[in-house]
């Protein structure tokens, strides 16, 4: 059994599919754009989301080497979209910022591109799976779902987390505006009972 595990674990690298994850601060009206050169007949997956910035929203466009757009959608807090592509040349993906004129945005991106081998050669054949082979596959499966979840985990926390800093800060800052109007308050009051002291002195000489 041990050896069944460390044969799928070794053969699970035998795969074309290329991957790019990476998370990237866009500054307020502002725009960046990430280009990858792909082949003809290539399948490629793109899945994004905003981590943190006002509403947690951004403009995404996907275009083809002719600059002609395969996607465009607009302030989407996250989405995912696939793609096979019928030319070669370089592609372009662009998130844009330039609708928001004062908060920057932290985006997650993974893309994806080229197609799943089979694990093993022999997958290749029309005859039917081995227990070994079964099992690999059935490993391999539950690895990619586990990756997706700890990828997803992984952004929920980031999320919650930047929230939860951005509640503490109004937190923060509400308390001190509470204390300084405390202590406003508390020093006119002292002033003006000193003044109807002052006053009544005042009238006493006066009337004497």
């Not at 994004?48 to 757009?69: K, L």
């Not at 989407?76 to 945005?105: I, L, P, R």
């Not at 406003?184 to 009238?203: A, E, N, T, W």
Request: aromatic letters at 12%.
């Amino acid at each position: 059994m041990l050896y069944l595990s460390l044969t799928c674990l070794l053969l699970l690298n035998a795969c074309v599919v290329s991957g790019t994850e990476i998370t990237f601060e866009l500054p307020d009206n502002d725009k960046q754009c990430f280009y990858e050169e792909l082949e003809k007949d290539v399948k490629f997956d793109i899945d994004f989301q905003v981590i943190s910035g006002g509403n947690y929203d951004v403009d995404c466009f996907v275009t083809d080497p002719h600059d002609n757009a395969l996607y465009n959608e607009k302030k989407k807090q996250y989405d995912s979209f696939s793609h096979t592509t019928t030319m070669k040349g370089v592609y372009k993906v662009c998130f844009s910022n330039e609708f928001s004129t004062f908060t920057h945005k932290v985006v997650y991106l993974d893309f994806r591109h080229g197609n799943e081998e089979p694990i093993l050669d022999s997958m290749k054949r029309t005859t039917a799976l081995t227990q070994l082979e079964s099992s690999c596959v059935a490993i391999h499966e539950i690895l990619k779902v586990v990756a997706d979840s700890q990828t997803w985990y992984r952004l929920r926390e980031a999320q919650d987390r930047t929230k939860a800093e951005h509640l503490l800060e109004r937190v923060t800052y509400w308390s001190i505006g509470e204390t300084v109007l405390l202590f406003v308050i508390g020093i006119g009051q002292v002033m003006m009972l000193r003044s109807f002291f002052s006053d009544k002195k005042g009238s006493v000489a006066a009337t004497t």
